[in-house]
T-cell receptor, first 110, second 114 residues
């Protein structure tokens, strides 16, 4: 069956370090994959979209990669700040809809 | 204006009540969505409207009834809900061709069924 897996544990890092979040998917081949940030009690906020023919996309301190052979996307936040603490959701497109992974909770300590 | 608004912010209803959730966007998006989100879980898609027509219903129980009266408005009518329906209900919008464009989410309605 089709499955999306993100880092199962919460990720705790020190301010200034690079956070790397993983999204693995199995049994399908999405043409698009999106990343969202969600703060407690609020709706998700779009961060980046990457297409299957793109290896990498950047936006300010954010970078996402998409490896269709490994069926994996990596999401990096460089020079992390306490304000980056949130849950990050990957969402590959499948069957004309977005399917959200369970999310990775990131905590950046000062 | 890149905002999706949802009302009410909080709603408490009994199992015999009828209530409605409302969602509005003025970005000219022709795809609109309802999601349900339980604590510590990802958003789960319920319905998709494309050009004001229902295009996806994820086998949602009939006690949830969506409506899209025009291209800016989306409603979710609730009737005879169960306590397990308590959750955050999120509305989102995007350009059509889901997945090719980012979705803009509203702040959600926190629903409690007693």
């Amino acid at each position: 069956s089709q499955k999306i897996e993100q880092n199962s544990e919460a990720l705790n890092i020190q301010e200034g370090k690079t956070a790397t979040l993983t999204c693995n998917y199995t049994n399908y081949s999405p043409a698009y994959l999106q990343w969202y940030r969600q703060d407690p009690g609020r709706g998700p906020v779009f961060l980046l979209l990457i297409r299957e023919n793109e290896k990498e996309k950047r936006k300010e301190r954010l970078k996402v990669t998409f490896d269709t052979t490994l069926k994996q996307s990596l999401f990096h936040i460089t020079a992390s700040q306490p304000a980056d603490s949130a849950t990050y959701l990957c969402a590959p497109r499948q069957g004309g809809k977005l399917i959200f992974g369970q999310g990775t909770e990131l905590s950046v300590k000062p | 204006d890149t905002e999706v608004t949802q009302t009410p912010k909080h709603l408490v209803m009994g199992m015999t009540n009828k209530k409605s959730l409302k969602c509005e966007q003025h970005m000219g998006h022709r795809a609109m969505y309802w999601y349900k989100q339980k604590a510590k879980k990802p958003p789960e898609l319920m319905f998709v409207y494309s050009y004001e027509k229902l295009s996806i219903n994820e086998s949602v129980p009939s006690r949830f009834s969506p409506e899209c009266p025009n291209s800016s408005l989306l409603n979710l009518h609730l009737h005879a809900l169960q306590p397990e329906d308590s959750a955050l209900y999120l509305c989102a919008s995007s350009q059509v061709q889901t997945g090719r464009y980012e979705q803009y989410f509203g702040p959600g309605t926190r629903l409690t069924v007693t």
